[in-house]
């Protein structure tokens, strides 16, 4: 059993605070933390130039699922249907099911307006196919498609095309999973690796809703944990791979309202990952959830740096979310944890995932606030300013900057020039652009997936 005292201190008390701080008044206390020198604005200016440009110029060449991404962007509503069918199939486990979901989704979409404007024949060959695929899984009949196409249907063609646009809607979501097991995706990742990259490994499920679900999870991150560790062969925390751990996958009840129960079941559990980690010397990142768990991670996380079974290992990791009012005030919190207790740790910075959610959750409570940014701009200057703080303290972490954006990326680099970290991404969306990054040939910065 763990004792557990809560830690009443200022940092933790202005993290409350600032739940849902006034968004004008964070911003412009964050606008005087984030500034950059002129000479590092131009410098980064001209880094972002020359990263998107070789991007886009990569990406016009490229074929198969990349090129499907570049055309049906998520700034498009066709994009943002394939993502929703890519995401949503791979978990669906009837067919009834996933036949409704591809009606509803491509039944609507502008297909016809992608159709040739990608020089590879796989994009092309995939909008004329979404095409006739929307218009038979429509609700109405499309007077331009006629008789012939009516016949098709009534000769079972529906079925067979539903067939063929679930079949590459799972072939596109794969692009972002590196393997079914984690000896999949350790064997798929040495080709990046070899290239300079490292990975940090995360399992996609969803919260346990039962004790069965977070024991069978917890087996896997258990399972995961060993398979990294030997394959790591004690190239320590931050040049070999690591993992990423859902505490709300291990424990069935993970919310502010079972405080008391989680300190005392989820506790021992999340110990003994720890302590399996160190064993292997590989990092391990408690990853976000939302809002309204922040704190009871942060109470986790306070037991175990204080833990003198942990004492001297450093990959213990936190991740925090850019997009939080929170965020500047979780890290000074992380920082002055980690120095009390002579630790260094592991600070991921991203920009947030749940964002829609956060905003629908807050409306429907009736708050006068969000917990998060309401505008992108303000979350990209968050960014910055918390990677300024993660940079000043290089006794206390090592950051790890989880973006897409080439400026973000851009100014990071030029702002951290003297400074250890990494840069990290997600498989399957971030290689273009950090093929540019990773390695002595390139900027030479290690690179996370």
């Known amino acids: 059993m763990f004792a557990f005292a809560h830690n009443h201190s200022a940092l933790r008390q202005a993290i409350t605070a600032a739940y849902r701080r006034d968004e004008a008044e964070a911003v412009a206390d964050l606008l005087q933390q984030a500034q950059m020198t002129v000479l590092e604005k131009e410098e980064a200016e001209k880094l972002a130039r020359r990263l998107v440009s070789q991007v886009r110029q990569n990406r016009s060449k490229s074929s198969g699922v990349d090129a499907l991404m570049h055309e049906f962007s ?30 509803d989704k491509l039944s609507g ?9 990608s020089p590879s024949l796989f994009v092309n060959a995939a909008a004329w196919g979404l095409l006739v695929t929307g218009k038979l899984t429509s609700a109405t009949d ?51 690796e070899g290239m300079g990259y490292r990975f940090s490994f995360d399992m996609l499920g969803e919260a346990a809703m039962t004790q069965a679900d977070a024991d069978r999870y917890y087996q896997d991150y258990v399972n995961a944990i060993h398979a990294i560790g030997k394959q790591s062969a004690g190239r320590g925390v931050y040049d070999g791979n690591g993992i990423s751990v859902k505490l709300s996958a291990i424990h069935p009840r993970y919310s502010r309202a079972q405080h008391e129960r989680v ?36 109470d986790l996380m306070e037991a175990l740096v204080a833990d003198a079974d942990l004492h ?11 997009y939080q009012k929170r965020c500047p005030f979780v890290i000074d919190y992380l920082i002055d944890l980690a120095r009390r207790h002579g630790q260094k740790l592991m600070i991921r910075l991203v920009k947030g995932a749940y964002w829609d ?57 030029q702002m951290g020039q003297d400074k250890d970290f990494e840069f990290q991404c997600l498989h399957g969306m971030g290689e273009t652009l950090y093929d540019q990054v990773v390695g002595a040939k390139n900027l030479g910065r290690r690179v996370r997936i």
């Not at 302590?275 to 991670?297: F, H, P, T, W």
């Not at 606030?369 to 940079?391: E, F, I, M, N």
């Open 74 to 103: 998520l700034s498009s509503e066709e994009g943002v249907a394939l993502m929703c069918l890519a995401e949503a199939l791979l978990r669906i486990p009837d067919k009834a099911t996933r036949n409704k979901l591809i009606q």
């Open 109 to 117: 979409g502008n297909w016809k307006k992608h159709l040739n404007h």
């Open 142 to 192: 499309e007077q331009n498609l006629g008789a012939a196409l009516t016949r098709m249907l009534g000769k079972g063609g529906e079925p067979l095309i539903r067939k063929g646009v679930d079949y590459a809607m799972r072939l596109l979501g794969k692009q972002f999973v590196t393997g079914q097991t984690i000896d999949e995706a350790l064997a798929n990742g040495r080709e990046r």
């Open 263 to 298: 300190m005392a079941e989820l506790l021992p559990r999340l110990k003994a990952l720890f302590m399996l980690a160190k064993q292997y010397d590989i990092g391990l990142n408690i990853d976000a959830e939302e809002a309204n768990r922040l704190e009871l991670s942060l």
């Open 312 to 322: 001297g290992f450093n990959g213990i990791g936190f991740v925090v979310q850019g």
């Open 357 to 413: 959610s956060e905003v629908k959750w807050a409306q429907v409570d009736g708050m006068d606030g969000y917990p998060v940014y309401t505008r992108k701009a303000h979350t990209d200057v968050s960014y910055l300013a918390c990677a300024r703080k993660l940079l000043a303290a290089p006794d206390a972490v090592f950051p790890q900057f989880a973006t897409h954006n080439a400026y973000t990326l851009a100014a990071i680099y």
